[in-house]
């Protein structure tokens, strides 16, 4: 099971734990590709790790990209 990070934040691999379900519930990869309005060869590039996930994607599933920088010094 993903590990979600406080405050809602996820990490990479909850995020595609989040795609998984959705293809679950969907039934099938192509499916849920429809269901979230991008091609299903996108859903596996993401899902691969070849591609990282988009607006559109993000959107979906009700998720923002942020980048986050931390001091360590």
């Avoid at 595609?16 to 039934?27: D, F, K, L, P, S």
């Avoid at 991008?38 to 959107?59: A, T």
Wanted: hydrophobic share 40%; proline share 3%.
């Amino acid at each position: 099971m993903a590990t979600w990070v406080k405050g809602g934040f996820a990490t990479s691999a909850a995020l595609t734990e989040r795609i998984r379900v959705e293809i679950a519930h969907a039934g099938s990869q192509d499916a849920a590709a429809k269901r979230l309005g991008i091609s299903p060869q996108y859903l596996c590039d993401v899902l691969r790790g070849r591609r990282e996930p988009g607006k559109k994607l993000l959107d979906a599933l009700g998720y923002r990209r942020l980048v986050v920088y931390e001091q360590v010094r």
